[in-house]
């Protein structure tokens, strides 16, 4: 499956921004789809996990309560929704489709999109 993330920029602390990652290629609704980060310096990590149906979601304790995941199975899109942005969410986004065996760790996934960098200002 072929990712394509955007919707990314620069954003005062508090403020939101919300990404989109369109996929092709395969069927989309087969994969769990997920959103990782990177920040300078840092690993690659988890942010988001959405089920294959929508219906289950989860995230990293340090984006509970301000992010939100999201997909449409008709539009084979996934989309995160940050609200009250911080400058440590400062990072490049990326969105990742994987089987569903795991959850959290780079090596879950499958495919990954380009990236989208997320820049917060304080």
């Known amino acids: 499956v072929q990712l394509q993330a955007s919707g990314g920029g620069l954003v005062q602390a508090g403020g939101s921004l919300g990404l989109s990652c369109a996929a092709s290629g395969r069927t989309f609704s087969n994969y769990i789809m997920s959103w990782f980060r990177q920040a300078p310096g840092k690993e690659r990590e988890f942010v988001a996990r959405i089920s294959r149906s929508g219906t289950s979601t989860y995230y990293a304790d340090s984006v509970k309560g301000r992010f939100t995941i999201s997909r449409d199975n008709a539009k084979n899109t996934v989309y995160l929704q940050m609200n009250s942005l911080k400058p440590e969410d400062t990072a490049v986004y990326y969105c990742?489709?994987?089987?569903?065996?795991?959850?959290?760790?780079?090596?879950?996934?499958?495919?990954w999109g380009q990236g989208t960098q997320v820049t917060v200002s304080s």
């Open positions: 990742a489709a994987g089987p569903g065996f795991g959850v959290v760790l780079v090596r879950d996934y499958d495919y």
